[in-house]
Every structure is written in C-alpha cells, then in structure tokens.
T-cell receptor
Framework: GENVEQHPSTLSVQEGDSAVIKCTYS??????FPWYKQELGKGPQLIID?????GEKKDQRIAVTLNKTAKHFSLHITETQPEDSAVYFC????????????FGTGTSLTVIP | KAGVTQTPRYLIKTRGQQVTLSCSPI?????VSWYQQTPGQGLQFLFE???????NKGNFPGRFSGRQFSNSRSEMNVSTLELGDSALYLC????????????FGPGTRLTVT
C-alpha cells in the first residue's frame, strides 16, 4: 500500500513568518493530495487539496505544491497567525488501493505571538 | 449546509462490551468512511461505505464492522472491546468517494476501561 511520511513533527514559528510542512509518498498511482487542519477536540478540517494534474494551488495565505517526479508535496502558510496553531495532516489517495486515503503522522504547528 | 455529525461525542465502555457509533453525512453525500485516530498510530482507515455497500476495508480485525442505511447514515460497531480500542473515531463523508474531497465529523471519543 501507500506510505506517506510527513516532516517535521513539530514546528514553531513567530507570528508573521512562513511555515512549510513537507510530505512524501511512495505510490506513483496516488493522484489526490489533501491537507487537513485539526484543532484540539475537533475533527480534521480540509484546508486545501491538489490533484496530480496540477503543480501548485493557492488559497489566500495557504498554498500547496506537488512534485510528482520526486513524489513529494508541501504545504506553505504565509503571514502566520496564532489561530493557525493546530496539527496539520497530509494525505494521499491512490486508485491502486481502492481510492483509500493514507495519512501522514501530523505536524504540530505553534505560532508564537 | 450542515456538516458531518457524529453521536455520541464521548463514550466510556468496559472491556468485553460492544459499542455502536453513528454518523450522519453531509446532505447529498453518499460515501461514508470511518477512521480510528490514536496518538501512536495516527489516522487509520477502517472502511468505506457507498450506497449501503462496503466498498473498501482497512486492516482491522473482524470485531470492527459497519453498515450504511438507505439515507446514507452509517453506523460502526466494535464488539468485545479491548483497552487498545480507546481512540477518537472519525467519520468522513464525500459526494461519491473516489476522486471527491472528504469532510470529517468531530469524532466520537471512546474510552475503554
């Protein structure tokens, strides 16, 4: 099956700085890569996603880039704010495994005011 | 549009008992997936239901089962509970599954004593 690795596991940034979280995947048949934000006591919230036919997608302060050749994708958050503090998960979905989602282990982001 | 709802939100059970968790997907969504989230194993896929049929299954023992009703609502059942079943159980819905994006509910926190 698919194997998704996520780094770093923890990340602290000053308010206003940028944060970057990286994920790699193993299955070349993976074609959909969402990012989720999970706040304490809540379920994961879809914040941005990218499909394999696109290299980059941006939504206000959040962007995701995908490198299919290297099998990695990254989440970029600019101008970070304290409310961005949460755990972020990447995921990959492969048609090879019945379109099952495989998740990274999460990155705990802390934005210091 | 209302989001994914899960009931109950919290549950405490004793080893050996069984438990049933409920999930109501976003209106119009026909695919419901279940995940187990623990600090040690992260987010792990349990199964997916679409049009009342199990379409995909993760690597969990047969004690974990589920079903979906004609209105797309889903239930999952865990029999003969073990201490290791303590986790946050998340339900996610998507319009058709497959290539669609997936939205999570708030989860049910199950504690087995």
């Amino acid at each position: 099956g698919e194997n998704v690795e996520q780094h770093p596991s923890t990340l602290s940034v000053q308010e206003g700085d940028s944060a970057v979280i990286k994920c790699t995947y193993s299955d070349s048949a993976s074609n959909y890569f969402p990012w989720y934000k999970q706040e304490l006591g809540k379920g994961p919230q879809l914040i941005i996603d990218i499909r394999s036919n696109v290299g980059e997608k941006k939504d206000q302060r959040i962007a995701v880039t995908l490198n299919k050749t290297a099998k990695h994708f990254s989440l970029h958050i600019t101008e970070t704010q304290p409310e961005d503090s949460a755990v972020y998960f990447c995921a990959a979905r492969s048609w090879n495994t019945g379109n099952q989602f495989y998740f990274g282990t999460g990155t705990s982001l802390t934005v210091i005011p | 549009k209302a989001g994914v709802t899960q009931t109950p939100r919290y549950l405490i059970k004793t080893r050996g008992q069984q438990v049933t968790l409920s999930c109501s997907p976003i209106s119009g969504h026909r695919s419901v997936s279940w995940y187990q989230q623990t600090p040690g194993q992260g987010l792990q896929f349990l199964f997916e239901y679409f049009s009342e049929t199990q379409r995909n299954k993760g690597n969990f023992p047969g004690r974990f089962s589920g079903r979906q009703f004609s209105n797309s609502r889903s239930e999952m059942n865990v029999s003969t509970l073990e201490l290791g079943d303590s986790a946050l159980y998340l339900c996610a819905s998507s319009p058709l599954g497959g290539i669609d994006e997936q939205y999570f509910g708030p989860g049910t926190r199950l504690t087995v004593t």
